[in-house]
């Protein structure tokens, strides 16, 4: 059997942009110079045929208008993975056109691509609620997030595995990972939790984003980045935790997905 695995390639100058595939955030970055790489979306794919992408180029955080060397292009490279990383083919995406002197707010674009795959995702969010139909579901979100990070805060890392059993499936399932590597997923990120990574950084300022066509939320910094995230004080570092939740019909809440 094969194990199809889809990237995106792309290379980015001078804007705050934003990558989607089926309408679910792949990268949200703010590149005050260049950036070029690979990053493997699988995890947005969760049936077989046609694969929308959109992108977004805005102005660089702190600023109202595009730069002139803004840009953003990219394409999406099918490989196969059963034995070794074998390039198969490659779909046309996007690319900018160079900024001239109109005062642009926000370029946007996108392009479709077929897709194959030999694995079942557990899409539950396609039958949730639909974000705007929650009530207050602005408080609730942020309600949600701050539940995480007690969860973290207080060391109760049995019910924090059990709040993102279904993200690290769809992960774990996408990637074609054996269920000891996909526990190694989880354990690495606890163990940096335990070892001084226990700082709580949660931006007030954050931002609701909906996603899924309506399905998913999350909180974002000003920045795109993601809102919650755990700093060392000995390393000066952080680690940051991108969820996404969906309103659950059954349990009345927002749940990891």
Same mark, same amino acid.
């Given at each position: ?26 990268? =949200? ?24 992408? =959109? ?203």
């Amino acid at each position: 059997m094969k194990e199809p695995y889809y990237m995106v390639n792309f290379s980015a100058s001078a804007c705050l942009f934003e990558i989607r595939i089926n309408d679910q955030p792949v990268l =949200t970055m703010n590149v005050e110079g260049q950036v070029s790489t690979s990053i493997p979306v699988n995890y947005t794919i969760s049936s077989s045929g046609k694969q929308e992408v =959109t992108i977004k180029i805005l102005p660089l955080s702190g600023t109202s208008e595009l730069s002139k060397k803004a840009s953003l292009n990219y394409s999406i490279k099918y490989y196969d993975t059963t034995v070794g990383f074998n390039l198969i083919d490659t779909f046309d995406g996007f690319e900018s056109a160079p900024v001239n002197d109109e005062k642009l707010p926000l370029i946007v674009g996108g392009s479709f691509f077929e897709a194959e795959i030999p694995y079942s995702l557990r899409d539950y969010w396609k039958n949730g609620k639909d974000i705007v139909d929650v009530k207050n579901y602005i408080l609730e979100i942020r309600k949600a997030y701050k539940e995480i990070a007690n969860l973290i805060v207080t060391s109760r890392y049995d019910i924090l595995k059990q709040k993102m059993e279904n993200r690290e499936y769809n992960m774990a399932t996408s990637m074609y990972l054996s269920a000891k590597d996909s526990q190694n997923r989880i354990n690495r990120m606890i163990n940096d939790f335990k070892n001084g990574y226990n700082q709580l950084i949660f931006d007030e300022k954050s931002l609701p984003v909906i996603s899924a066509y309506g399905k998913k939320i999350s909180l974002k910094r000003l920045n795109g980045d993601p809102v919650l995230s755990f700093g060392s004080i000995e390393e000066q570092e952080q680690i940051m935790l991108d969820i996404e939740f969906y309103w659950s019909k059954e349990t009345k809440q927002f749940e990891i997905i």
